[in-house]
């Protein structure tokens, strides 16, 4: 129910709602009525008179103001002395009737100031109440005013739609039934936060997860708050205000929130990207477990500064990657850079951060990762790149010759034939072209076993089929069929120094093909100088050196010698894929053995394989 609908507010404002002249006329008339009264029963009233004149006076004051009041007393006193007062028609009283006049007139007075008081009073109280009940409307919460037994007597618009009551239709009900509550949970009906202020005389908070239910039966997620009204002198409580609210959107919110926040961490997890926001004026930063593990931290950081994330950069990246972000602060834009980052135990990580200037807080707010393993995928990659560019070359010129060889032979076999030359045909250059071809044919074969060998280790396909092989035997056999290419050369064949018999468990043909690489490699690089090769055993493993005193190879180059396409000398003076040493090591590391070289510019080379050995048979 609304004040201005009280009964009071219509008695009160009542003269003030018209003009000040229309008081004073239907004053007179009021007069001029009482006056015809009195006349036409003054045998009635006799010396009662004045008590007819008390309720017209009261009702003026009342209903038209002070003003048109004391007008009435006045203009009833002067008529009473001059009409109806002997001596009649004059204004000459006896002393007992002055006596009378001045308390009829005093006591009127006295009447009208009270009412006229009292009026003040309530219109001050009507505005104060009109001036709540507007703030109270303009409030956006639900408001609802109960008196000291918990019955409503204000409710404002929003307390309305949520309740579903009118305030008029909630004027004097129980809280209870205007306002019901269940907890969400357990869906028991929850105590009335009101009579619990009017117990405790202080305020009292909604537990969480609580729902209003509606006249209509809309249910309603709301918080809220209750205080005392109360009379600050006798700190006597005479009502409580309940302020609550709507939190559907604000629980909408919350829970996409929520939902936004989990995936945005799953999805941090999943990349491991961390997230970071730097302040620019306090130089301090609030990072995720991410980001501080990017830089080496198994725990998150407890206090990361700017001087932490300088420490941790690489010096030649440091003036770099400060300059960038000082310049997106300055430009208040965003940046993305890469990086080198030093952990804790002197490992080097590549990093990537991008981050956004944020004008509005000052400050920088951002991403990064680790991309180690991009970078070594990437160095990877323009290794393959220059392995391939490197190959095709190589392997262009290396597959090439052969061919043009074989070409040209069949050239001059086809022009000796066209031009009837007896020669031709004969049996020592028929054997010629013969050996020449099949040495062509051979290198081709190998070059192309070399090429799928290098596919094979690649793709982990390399097969290996291991069984007892004796060393010192297959080194024989080895240099039995290369003793042609060696008796060709200055040095002759290699001096031989075997042990007894020495087995492994081994791929009997990957083996030859790696003593024959080294054998191979000391014809070509070793000037035709005396080869020698040894045999060792001992009771754990086999020890096979090939020693030439060729041309060597540098210090610097040695590790490199073992790695594919790298050749001790340009590919133009002598064949080859640099293939051999690259497969060689992969074979012996195959076999559980390790292959070394040691070696000095035109001092030799000395390599030696050792394959673990097993007992006598």
Not at 255 to 276: C, N, P, Q, V
Not at 395 to 411: I, M, R, V
Request: with cysteine.
């Amino acid at each position: 129910m609304k004040f201005t609908d009280h009964p009071i507010h219509f008695l009160v404002s009542f003269p003030l709602k018209r003009g000040r002249l229309y008081h004073y006329l239907l004053c007179i008339l009021l007069i001029v009525f009482t006056l015809l009264m009195y006349a036409r029963f003054d045998h009635f009233f006799g010396q009662g008179a004045y008590l007819l004149f008390y309720p017209v006076i009261f009702v003026v004051a009342w209903y038209l103001g002070a003003g048109p009041a004391v007008i009435t007393i006045l203009i009833l006193a002067l008529s009473l002395v001059f009409f109806f007062i002997p001596p009649f028609f004059s204004f000459s009283l006896a002393q007992g009737e002055w006596v009378r006049l001045l308390t009829f007139i005093g006591t009127t007075g006295l009447i009208t100031w009270v009412i006229y008081r009292e009026q003040k009073i309530e219109v001050k109280l009507m505005e104060s109440r009109q001036w709540f009940q507007t703030s109270l409307e303009c409030i956006g919460d639900a408001v609802m005013v109960t008196d000291s037994e918990g019955k409503v007597l204000f409710l404002n618009q929003v307390a309305e739609k949520l309740t579903g009551w009118k305030s008029k239709e909630a004027y004097k009900q129980p809280v209870d039934a205007i306002f019901s509550i269940y907890e969400k949970d357990t869906k028991r009906k929850a105590f009335n936060p009101i009579y619990e202020v009017l117990r405790s005389n202080k305020k009292v908070n909604l537990e969480k997860d609580t729902i209003l239910v509606s006249r209509d039966g809309s249910h309603y997620p709301i918080e809220d708050s209750s205080s005392p009204i109360k009379i600050s002198k006798e700190n006597k409580t005479i009502g409580v205000v309940l302020v609550f609210r709507d939190i559907s959107e604000r629980q909408k919110s919350e829970s996409l929130l929520i939902e936004s926040a989990e995936r945005l961490k799953l999805a941090t997890d999943a990349s491991k990207i961390g997230i970071w926001e730097f302040n620019v004026d306090t130089h301090q930063a609030i990072t995720s477990f991410y980001h501080d593990q990017a830089f080496g931290f198994m725990r998150p950081a407890e206090n990361w500064t700017v001087e932490e994330f300088e420490s941790h950069l690489h010096p030649d990246d440091k003036e770099r990657v400060l300059e960038t972000m000082k310049q997106a602060v300055i430009m208040r834009s965003t940046f993305n850079i890469e990086f080198r980052v030093l952990w804790k135990d002197g490992s080097l990580h590549w990093m990537n951060v991008a981050g956004q200037y944020d004008g509005k807080k000052n400050r920088v707010i951002g991403v990064n990762r680790d991309i180690t393993e991009k970078k070594m995928a990437e160095e990877t990659l323009r290794e393959a790149l220059f392995y391939r560019d490197e190959f095709l070359s190589i392997a262009s010129h290396e597959l090439k010759t052969p061919l043009t060889s074989l070409k040209l032979h069949c050239q001059l076999f086809r022009r000796a034939y066209k031009k009837g030359d007896p020669d031709a045909y004969s049996r020592e250059r028929v054997d010629r072209l013969v050996d020449q071809t099949d040495q062509q044919v051979s290198r081709l074969v190998r070059l192309v076993d070399d090429m799928l060998d290098i596919s094979r280790i690649r793709t982990g396909k390399l097969s290996f089929h291991k069984e007892k092989v004796d060393v010192s035997q297959l080194l024989s056999e080895v240099l039995e069929r290369l003793r042609p290419q060696f008796a060709n050369t200055p040095g002759g064949c290699p001096e031989v120094v075997l042990s007894e018999s020495a087995y492994i468990m081994g791929d009997k043909l990957r083996l030859e093909q790696v003593i024959s690489n080294l054998l191979n490699n000391a014809l070509r690089y070793g000037q035709g100088k005396p080869i020698k090769v040894s045999l060792e055993k001992t009771d754990d493993f086999v020890r096979l050196s090939v020693i030439d005193q060729g041309i060597g190879i540098a210090p610097d180059f040695q590790e490199k010698i073992f790695l594919r396409f790298q050749r001790a000398v340009p590919a133009s003076e002598v064949s080859g894929l640099g293939l051999g040493l690259y497969i060689a090591k992969q074979i012996v590391e195959a076999h559980d053995g390790k292959i070394s070289l040691k070696s000095a510019i035109n001092k030799g080379s000395t390599f030696c394989i050792e394959l673990p050995c097993v007992k006598d048979v």
